[in-house]
């Protein structure tokens, strides 16, 4: 137990791709299987998945491999996905609704519980079945509803304004889209998703890729 306490940020990155892999090997009724075997499936070198799994406990065998299922069930606890999450969205503009309409978010354990925007045109909108609601009346719904997690989708100048008030609710899980550094509590978790520093990485390395072809 004590060695999950000295998980780091980078093996954290890397587990929900052993999630994803050990799902599927799941799902083909693969019973365990060789960090040579998983290496090949997931491009981490077999050393790096040894390293990572160890980190969980003791779950491969030295001439057996690793028993998946377990390995997935201890993933799983891990990412915290054996509970379920309550979430709001907040901001039901493109990414707001692309995120809302994304039904798997709810398999995984992510609930959508309400959407909030500022724009009358968009209240009363359903969204799978979730009805968006005026932006003013969201203090009161988190004083009555116990949400964990908020997701921000508003521009970024409104992005605090949203957040300080989530927070002051006591959710303890920011979403961000925003393209903000949201100022928060220490008891608070932000994890921010940005598309465009995903895109402009693909640029720097194909700009390598292509100096390399011009040598
Ligand atoms: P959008 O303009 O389509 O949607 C924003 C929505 O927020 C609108 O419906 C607006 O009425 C609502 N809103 C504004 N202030 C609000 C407030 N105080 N309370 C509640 N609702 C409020 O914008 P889009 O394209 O969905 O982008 C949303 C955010 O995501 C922006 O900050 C944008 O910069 C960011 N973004 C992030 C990306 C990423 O990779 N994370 C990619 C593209 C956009």
Known sequence: MDKKKNISMAVIRRLPKYHRYLEELLKSD??????????????????????????FGDF???????????????????????????TIIVG???????????????KMGFDLKAIFDINP?????????????????????????????????VPSKNAQKVCDIIVKNNVNGIWNFAPVDLLIPEN???????????????????????KGQEE
Do not use: W
């Open 121 to 153: 045109k968009l209240i009363g909108l359903k969204i799978q079945d979730v009805e968006v609601q005026d932006v003013d009346n969201i203090d009161k719904y988190l004083q009555n509803n116990r949400i964990d997690i908020g997701i921000i989708c």
């Open 188 to 210: 608070v978790i932000v994890e921010n998703v940005h598309l465009s520093e995903s895109l402009l990485t693909l640029s720097c390395l194909m700009q390598e890729v292509n």
């Open 30 to 55: 693969v019973d365990r299987i060789s960090s040579k075997e998983l290496s090949e499936k997931i491009g981490f070198t077999a050393s790096q998945i040894r390293q990572d799994l160890n980190c």
């Open 92 to 106: 039901a503009g493109n990414i707001g609704q692309a995120i809302a309409n994304y039904i798997n978010f709810q």
């Open 60 to 86: 491969g065998q030295q001439g057996y491999g690793y028993n998946v299922k377990d390995l997935c069930r201890e993933i799983d606890n891990i990412l915290g996905l054996t509970k379920t999450y309550n």
